[in-house]
């Protein structure tokens, strides 16, 4: 994380592009959370209809003085004007939602763009300008082809890893903020255990990171002898050294290719560990609301609904774990 920290500090120039980008991002994510919150009441209207309130509740900033308002305020709708045209305005307003979630979300992106487009090309200046400080003793340690990757593929993978990171930050923070607010004691296990989870992401993620930095070392020597053997062509064939320059392309791409089946292995398992963990995740938090549900302790259409936005968390968790590696 501190790796997109630091990456993230060297672009201040462009801070305006990255609050603009923050701040569709958390509406993106608050419209999300409504549009998904909705299903709630919804559930009871459809379900438990003979539930509803009728009295105005008193208001205060927790969940079920929230919940009780809509509720109140959904019964009074049908009172007005029907179970059916109270419906009808439910799913219209549910399509709004939806549809600013993702207007915000473009805006987000169309934002991004420009911050992580300009910062990259700082980046690669910097890494140029780098190249050309460096003394003449360098270059005849340092193989062309790993300058050459680094310029190329390096950069634009962290360039990707940035927004991706800062779109899923965003979204755990909200979402986890939502089932805090919605219900504090099914949360302590979301705080336990998703920690836990993202750890052991976290660690084959290092296991990963170290393997992609040697498979790019290796990289480097493949484009630094391609380099050589197109520069060199005509020596290599004034000494009839196709065959010795052919062998050594075969090792040096064979190697890679072994290491690049390598780290795709650990980055597929990277997927499914961590919805296999959230589903255990899931499971637990199945198990403890369900009965708490028996026992009347909360109410079906809440759990179920804290359910939905729980299940959004994971995808951002896999995101924001993936940018961690990606970032080197």
């Known amino acids: 994380m501190k790796d997109i920290f630091k990456v993230l500090g060297n672009a201040k120039k462009y801070w305006h592009y990255g609050l603009l980008n923050v701040i569709f991002n958390l509406l993106s994510s608050v419209a999300g959370i409504f549009s998904l919150a909705a299903t709630i009441p919804v559930l009871r209207f459809l379900f438990n209809s003979d539930k509803l309130i009728t009295e105005k509740p008193e208001f205060h900033l927790n969940f079920d003085s929230v919940y009780n308002t809509v509720l109140y305020y959904l019964s009074d709708s049908v009172a007005t004007y029907g179970k059916e045209k109270t419906l009808f305005y439910l799913g219209i307003g549910v399509v709004i939602l939806f549809f600013f979630k993702n207007t915000f979300r473009y805006l987000a992106l169309y934002f991004m763009v420009p911050f992580r487009a300009f910062s990259m090309r700082d980046r690669r200046m910097e890494a140029y300008k780098k190249i050309l400080d460096l003394p003449i003793s360098y270059y005849s340690e340092e193989k062309k082809g790993d300058i050459l990757t680094r310029l190329s593929h390096d950069v634009q993978e962290v360039e990707y890893a940035i927004a991706n990171s800062i779109e899923a930050l965003i979204k755990i923070l ?22 836990l989870s993202g750890g052991l992401i976290a660690w084959i993620g290092k296991s990963l990171k170290k393997r992609a930095i040697k498979g790019q070392d290796k990289l480097g020597s493949l484009i630094a002898l391609l380099d050589e053997s197109i520069s060199g062509i005509r020596i290599i064939k004034g000494f009839t ?42 499971g637990i938090l199945l198990l403890y609301g369900g009965t708490m549900v028996f026992n009347g302790e909360i109410d079906p259409e809440i759990f179920l609904g804290y359910l939905i936005i729980f299940s ?17």
């Open 174 to 195: 909200i979402f986890l903020s939502t089932l805090i607010f919605m219900h504090p004691q099914l949360s302590l296990f979301v705080l336990i255990l998703l920690p």
């Open 312 to 328: 959004q968390i994971l995808p951002p968790a896999k995101s924001l774990s993936t940018a961690l590696y990606g970032v080197r």
């Open 241 to 282: 050294l196709e065959t010795f320059f052919r062998r050594r392309f075969d090792r040096e791409q064979t190697t890679v290719t072994r290491l690049h089946v390598l780290v795709n292995r650990i980055r597929d398992l990277g997927s499914p560990l961590s919805e296999t963990l959230g589903s255990i995740v899931f």
